[in-house]
Structure formats: C-alpha cells, structure tokens
C-alpha cells in the first residue's frame, strides 16, 4: 500500500513540476503582456495623433515603441544571466551598458504605471457625477426656461389686451364705413374710414413695440439664466476636481475608516495612489525577471547564438562547415531530449495507471 502511494505521489509531482514550472513561465509572459499593454495606453493618450489613423494597429507608433521596449527588456534579461553563467567572452562586451538600458526600460515602465494609475484612479467617477450633475441642471435651466417664457407671456397679453380690444374697434368702424357710398361719388371710404385706419395702424406699431420690448426684456432674462447656469456648471467641475467626492469608491473609503472621519485630504489619496502603482509595477518587473531568469538558467544554452565573431575570421571553409554541422548536432540533441522527457512523462503515467488497476483488480 505504501509502495503505491509513493508511486502516485511520485507521479503527481513528475506531472505537476512541470506544469508548474510552465505556468511560471506564462505568468511572466502574461506580466510583460500588462505592462506592454499599461505603457500602449499612456503613450497613446500622449501621442493621439500618431496612433497610425489607420486600420492597420501594426501601423501605430505607440504600438511600435512600447513593442520594442517590451521585447528588449525581455532579451537584455537572458543577456544578463547568460553573461554570469556562459563562459562565452562576448556577452561580457558592453555589459554595463546593457544593464544602464535595461534599468531606463524599466524606469520606463515605473512612469507609464504612475501615470496610468493617476489617470484611472484620481477621480475616477468624475465623468458619471459631472454628467449627472449637469443634467441636473440642464433640467434646472428648462424649469426655469418655462416659467420665464409664461411670465413675459401673460405680460403680453396683458399689456397688449386693451389694444388688441381698440384695434378691434377700429376694425369694426372700417367695415362700418366701407358700406355707405358717398354722394355723387363711387367712392365708399371717406375721412372717417381714414381716420379709424389710422388709429389703428397706430395701435398696432403700439402693440408691435411693447411687444418688442417685452422680448427684449425676455432674451436678456434668458441670457443671465443661461449664463448662471453656465457658471453652476464649471464651478461644480472645479470643485469636484478639488475634492474627493469622486475619488475611487475602495480608496476613500479605506482612508475615511483610516481617518475616523468621512473627510480625508487630498494628499493622503494622492499618496495612497503612488503608493499602489509602485507595487504593481514593482510586482510585474519582478515577476518579469524571475520567470525569465529561471528561464535562461534552465534554458540558456538554446539561446546562446554563439557570438564568436574571432572564431570565424580566420576559419577555413570545412570549419565553418563542422561548426555548422556541430550546431545543428547540438539542435537535434535539444529536440531529442525534450522528446525522451515527453516520453518518460507518458510512460511513467501509464505505468501508474496500469498500477493502481491492478491493485483494484487484487481488492475486488
């Protein structure tokens, strides 16, 4: 019994190393992949017209740059481990200065974290309590629209109703007029026609200027409200830049249990901000560089591309052949032992497999 649960753990582990070792891996792939994608958006924000303006993302030069970046911090990595453990001379040939672009890269992505994080997390909520803020207020704005419009409305009417009532006087003495023919004459308006048109030509450029000057009272009553709300607008934007209202709902509220109050200040959120951006970008690069690393000491060997420049300087034809023939021997050697390790894996689990049956076969 002992015998075969040793066999299963042993096999377990046979299995579950390498998964292990290859989700490692993968975590730091995933880790360059974050920190690639959190430096294409700063640099995107930074530089929006150069974002190709094209459907081809290949073409963006965000994308290009932080490409490089990514892809160059990731291979310095294996340069460095391979310098300390390679007895090959050539990766000593401008280490410190490898190293110098390694730590820039890296400041790199320590700033674009802080900003990203910056952008994101300082008044996160800002947009959706602005917009709400103005909608308030934009509804305000016609509340009080209508009711200016009601009021200038019954003034109208109401200073325009005793002419309208003389107007229609005169209209009714017109027709009036209109039906009696003078004497000896076909004319049928005479003085006291002209007389009621008159009038009420008069009434009406009266009407038309009290009217005129009801809307201008009107338009300039429109105008200031207008203008307050405006003004309501971009002092609620302002002070809800200057305050945490809209700050990060997780955030503030751990600084409000922090600060026994409901009010906390401002530097205290700033602060908490840098604080999270340099552990996430600290934790990315280190996650980078471990797996890497661990990669490089385990792998090394298939990435050393044998920069021996001086070999081949003075190297005659058939050496450079054997060479070639040697590093292609060497090629076959890896793919052979990664295949024996496939294999071994297998049998050892059929092996198991074959094993515990047994063993159930025995107890039944």
């Excluded at 109050?261 to 530097?267: I, L, Q, S, Y």
């Amino acid at each position: 019994m002992n015998r075969i649960i040793n066999n299963v753990i042993s096999g377990f582990f046979k299995g579950f190393v390498p998964v292990t070792y290859l989700t490692f891996i993968i975590a730091g792939l995933i880790s360059a992949l974050v920190s690639g994608l959190i430096e294409y958006q700063v640099f995107l924000e930074l530089f929006p017209k150069n974002n190709g303006g094209s459907k081809w993302l290949i073409l963006s030069i965000p994308l290009l740059i932080v490409s490089s970046f990514e892809i160059t911090k990731i291979f310095l990595i294996f340069l460095d481990k391979q310098s300390q453990i390679s007895n090959n001379i050539n990766y000593k040939v401008d280490q410190s200065k490898f190293r110098y672009l390694r730590y820039i890269l890296i400041f790199i992505s320590f700033f674009a974290t802080l900003i990203f994080s910056y952008y994101n997390l300082q008044n996160p909520e800002f947009d959706k309590v602005i917009e709400k803020r103005k909608a308030e207020l934009d509804e305000q704005y016609e509340a009080e629209l209508k009711e200016i419009n009601n009021s200038f409305d019954k003034q109208i009417n109401l200073l325009t109703q005793e002419i309208d009532r003389q107007i229609s006087v005169y209209d009714t003495r017109m027709i009036t007029e209109e039906r009696f023919k003078f004497k000896n004459s076909q004319e049928y308006r005479g003085p006291r026609f002209n007389e009621a048109k008159k009038n009420k030509e008069n009434q009406e450029k009266r009407r038309l200027a009290i009217v005129e000057n009801t809307n201008i009272k009107r338009r300039n009553e429109i105008k200031s409200l207008f203008d307050k709300i405006q003004l309501e607008k971009q002092k609620a934007s302002e002070e809800l830049n200057q305050s945490n209202t809209s700050g990060n709902k997780m955030l503030s509220a751990t600084l409000r249990v922090l600060n026994l109050n409901a009010k906390f200040p401002e530097w205290q959120y700033i602060m908490i901000i840098t604080i999270l951006s340099l552990i996430m970008s600290a934790g990315l690069e280190f996650i980078i560089w471990s797996s890497f690393t661990v990669l490089a000491i385990n792998h090394g060997d298939i990435f050393d591309f044998g920069i021996q420049t001086e070999k081949y300087k003075n190297a005659t034809e058939a050496e450079i052949i054997i060479d070639n023939v040697q590093s292609k021997s060497d090629i076959k050697k890896a793919r052979n032992y990664a295949s024996n390790i496939i294999n071994t894996v297998k049998s050892t689990a059929k092996d198991l497999t074959r094993k515990m049956r047994k063993d159930i076969n025995k107890k039944n």
